[in-house]
């Protein structure tokens, strides 16, 4: 008596299948390896801007990561902090930020300053969305960033990633996972400004059909296709001084147009 297989050719359709699948995940790690290589060649290193005005009638402190540096811009006056200096007369910017930190490095910044401000920006959450930080970790940190944040400045605005998954550099499924890591490193800190009537959150993010990074990305990325611009930065910065109620408390000569 002889028995045969029922499906005789699924041993060379399994091989075939995996070793299909096999070249795809090699083709995809190599795509991918190839944005990031092309990323840290194309990377702009822009130095953290910083200013002193012995008569300032504001102080401000800028503290987080690349984006409070203004990596990717090709001149530090074009990041926020620059921005501020040139729109606000009469200003010193105190900056902290350091490339690569993420929630956990927040309060050590804002600890290492000195007196106090009339404004404190945090930018935060990219490091935490790429390296995938917890949510529990990234609330914690939040919540002792925002409680050193308080001793140092009555207005603090929390600056968290936009759309992640948006920058030019990821590859499908990495660019769905960011796009979602992000809303999770949100509500996070979301989480944490509950209660804290003097910290504003700033909602970087637009509809995708109304968003200019998604519409015109070679415009506001930067070359490495993963910090904004300086057109990216000065987006931005038209976010922050329109969604943060300090400024609107400022004189209205004080900011220019």
Known sequence: MHFYSRHPTSGPLLRSVLVVAAGLGAGWAALQGFRLLHAQHRRIDTSAFSHTDATAAHRF?????STGVGIGSVDSRSTVAGRLAA????TTIVNHSRDGAQSADIAMQILASNGRFDLILIFV???DVIRMSSYDAIARAAEDALDFAGTRSAHVAVIPPADVGTAPVWVWPLDVLFSRRAETVRRAWQLATSGRTHVHMVDLRLPRDRDPFRIAPRRYY?????????DGYALWFAQITRQVPFFAELNDTALLA
Do not use: F
């Open 61 to 65: 402190l800028v503290v987080g990561d």
């Open 87 to 90: 729109a606000i007369a009469g």
């Open 125 to 127: 959450g990219g490091n």
């Open 222 to 230: 930067a070359p490495d296709g993963v910090h904004p611009s300086a």
